[in-house]
């Protein structure tokens, strides 16, 4: 689609199609932004940039709905681009276009963009366009094909170009997942040392399934709940004299809870907690005992409810729901305030849980959730 698209813009085939992933995190949410432990892997739904590079610094960026209709920003110039203005959609784009001008690529390019990652579901959207974006840039230069050590940097550029340039203060769950994760697999990131290991999952062979309920409410990370918690555990840690919250041990966390102040509390417990959950995940995949893993997304979501207070009705409704029918474990991901949520069923329970999910939303009278399975899949490439 996003090649056609360009032929029909620019009259010509693009130099080639680059395209990254949305993700889900299996468990370990809000330990990105404080030097702990994640366990993503990437879905299938991917965003593709085809592109063309230009000489004269200006970067075009084109867009194709689901309808097929093509929108068109205004064209940019790559030198003049500068965090703080109002640019719309065409902002992360730019984003990563103003960081990678740091790293040498200025020439500008024509990029159509296309693709089938669910917007404001928890899912990613944003960080697979980035990714996508800053590959095909960063190909159109001649730095195509990156190695491992390679995507990771990208990853921490993407993250820059959302955190400075749009102005919202995610971790980098979401680039890594979408450049480093591989098919088969979880990607355990240990996001202070940067470390990373590739766990076998497949849920499948085990027959089990994930299940993605996107409750389709939206949710924008911009908004003051997510910065409210990043902040709070910033200065929790600050209060604590530690790096980040990760420096606190599951046996100090009775003498850090007492350190302090009772609203901080929630957060830092919930911190903890998850870092272990996440490692514990680890080792019963490694194990082969994935059914084990439901109590941990349980958990999890008790404490994201609880603690960190980041979940909706539409989201605590798909989790209760899909355990009653018989869910081995659920819970909300991505940030929270919405977006999707995810359960780990038997196979022959899947239509079970979905039609309870769905029959709950209805007598809520609860917009229709979407329901799929996710099936770890590639990270970013070129096509």
């Known amino acids: 689609m996003a090649a056609e698209a360009f032929r029909t813009l620019h009259g010509h085939d693009p130099t080639g199609i680059w395209s990254a992933p949305g993700r ?17 892997f990437a879905l299938p739904h991917r965003l593709a940039a085809a592109g063309a590079a230009r000489a004269d610094g200006v970067l075009t960026v084109a867009t194709v709905g689901s309808d097929g209709r093509i929108q068109q920003a205004e064209p940019l110039r790559v030198p003049q681009l500068r965090p703080g203005g109002d640019l719309g959609w065409v902002t992360y784009p730019a984003g990563v276009a103003w960081v990678l001008r740091e790293q040498g690529v200025d020439g500008g390019a024509d990029l159509v963009l296309a693709g089938d990652v669910p917007t404001g579901a928890g899912l990613s959207s944003s960080a697979a366009l980035e990714c996508a974006v800053a590959l095909a840039l960063l190909g159109l230069a001649g730095r195509d094909d990156p190695d491992d050590r390679a995507r990771a940097e990208i990853a921490r550029w993407a993250q820059r170009a959302e955190n400075e340039f749009v102005g919202v203060p995610t971790g980098v769950l979401d680039q890594m997942a979408s450049l480093c994760c591989v098919e088969g697999h979880a990607l355990f990131l240990d996001v202070r040392t940067g470390e990373r290991e590739q766990v076998p999952f497949d849920a499948a062979a085990a027959g089990l399934r994930v299940l993605v309920v996107d409750t389709r409410v939206k949710h924008a990370l911009g908004d003051s709940g997510y910065g409210d918690r990043r902040r709070g555990t910033e200065r929790a840690a600050e209060l604590l004299g530690v790096e980040a919250l990760r420096d606190v041990t599951p046996e100090g966390l009775p003498t850090a809870l007492d350190a302090v102040p009772a609203k901080l509390r929630p957060l830092v ?77 038997r196979a022959d329970g899947q239509e079970a849980v979905e039609d309870a999910v769905t029959a709950g939303f209805a007598r809520a009278g609860f917009r229709a959730p979407r329901i799929f399975v996710a099936v770890p899949a590639a990270g970013a490439g070129r096509e």
């Not at 980041?310 to 899909?322: C, G, H, R």
């Open 24 to 40: 889900v995190n299996l468990i370990g949410e809000h330990t990105d932004y404080n030097d702990g432990f994640v366990l993503p």
């Open 269 to 345: 417990r919930h911190v903890v907690t998850e870092n272990e959950r996440v490692l514990r995940t680890v080792e019963l995949l490694a194990d082969g005992r994935l059914v084990d893993v439901g109590p941990l997304l349980d958990a999890s979501h008790r404490s994201l409810r609880d603690d960190y207070r980041v979940s909706a009705p539409e989201l605590d409704l798909a989790v209760d729901a899909a355990r009653e029918a018989g869910a081995l474990g659920a819970r909300m991901i991505g940030g929270g305030f919405g977006g999707s949520a995810i359960a780990l069923v």
